[in-house]
């Protein structure tokens, strides 16, 4: 089966840098989309950006031009660069993989009820 594992998480100031990564092993073919998303304490897990086998990418109106998505097709890791943290940028920030691509007048749809499988999370804390 798939498996995904995050990490890169930690404790951070606002306005540092972080980088995540999301490796996936064994039926690599189903990560077809890769999906980051994101949960703060008692609250509803959020998408926040999505990328395809190929590179294609979209992102949460909230994150976007802080964070950035990217593939090493190569290494089977999607990484999320995230820059200019804010500390309502804390929760845990999850991978997720589906095997095959749900567009939404024609752009990709980045939705977590579309995901089947779900790494096990890593936490970023923004505080001062």
């Known amino acids: 089966q798939l498996q995904l594992v995050e990490s890169g998480g930690g404790l951070v100031q606002p306005g540092e840098s972080l980088r995540l990564s999301c490796a996936a092993s064994?039926?690599?073919?189903?990560?077809?989309?890769i999906g980051w998303f994101r949960q703060a304490p008692g609250k509803e897990r959020e998408g926040v950006s999505c990328i395809t086998d190929s590179g294609d990418t979209t992102y949460a109106d909230s994150v976007k031009g802080r964070f950035t998505i990217f593939r090493d097709n190569a290494k089977n890791t999607v990484y999320l660069q995230i820059d200019s943290l804010k500390a309502e940028d804390t929760g845990v920030y999850y991978c997720?993989?589906?095997?095959?691509?749900?567009?939404?007048?024609?752009?990709?749809?980045?939705?977590?009820?579309?995901?089947?499988?779900w790494g096990q999370g890593t936490q970023v804390t923004v505080s001062s």
């Open positions: 997720a993989a589906r095997r095959s691509l749900i567009l939404r007048n024609g752009l990709l749809r980045c939705a977590k009820d579309d995901f089947d499988s």
């Open positions: 064994g039926l690599t073919y189903a990560a077809v989309v």
